[in-house]
Nanobody, 115 residues
Framework: VQLVESGGGLAQPGGSLRLSCAAS????????MRWYRQAPGKERELVAV????????NYAGAVKGRFTISRDNAKKTVYLQMNSLMPEDTAAYYC?????????WGQGTQVTVSS
């Protein structure tokens, strides 16, 4: 199983980026897909979740209203649209696939928000 993130990079404050995570999971549609982030010197934190069964979503308070998680089950891909970026969004972003006691992780993609 592989999760491959892409779309990270440098953005200015107020700008936007869209992260993608392509998964090689046969039963992708059954997995909850999550985005985490980890800033230097800080613990990894959950940013957004999209449920595998009903597509419901949840967000961390710090990103609610600015970030949107979505998925395309036909493409086995999950997205994180990030708008109104702030310097405190700077972190390595990781894709996670979760079902029951199974977790798969991507290698991470760096997002840097700076002027």
């Amino acid at each position: 199983v592989q999760l491959v993130e892409s779309g990270g990079g440098l953005a200015q404050p107020g700008g936007s980026l869209r992260l993608s995570c392509a998964a090689s999971i046969f039963t992708f549609n059954l997995y909850d897909m999550r985005w985490y982030r980890q800033a230097p010197g800080k613990e990894r934190e959950l940013v957004a979740v999209i449920n595998g069964e009903d597509g419901s979503t949840n967000y961390a308070g710090a990103v609610k209203g600015r970030f949107t998680i979505s998925r395309d089950n036909a493409k086995k891909t999950v997205y994180l649209q990030m708008n109104s970026l702030m310097p405190e969004d700077t972190a390595a972003y990781y894709c996670n696939a979760h079902r029951w006691s199974t977790d798969y992780w991507g290698q991470g993609t760096q997002v840097t928000v700076s002027s």
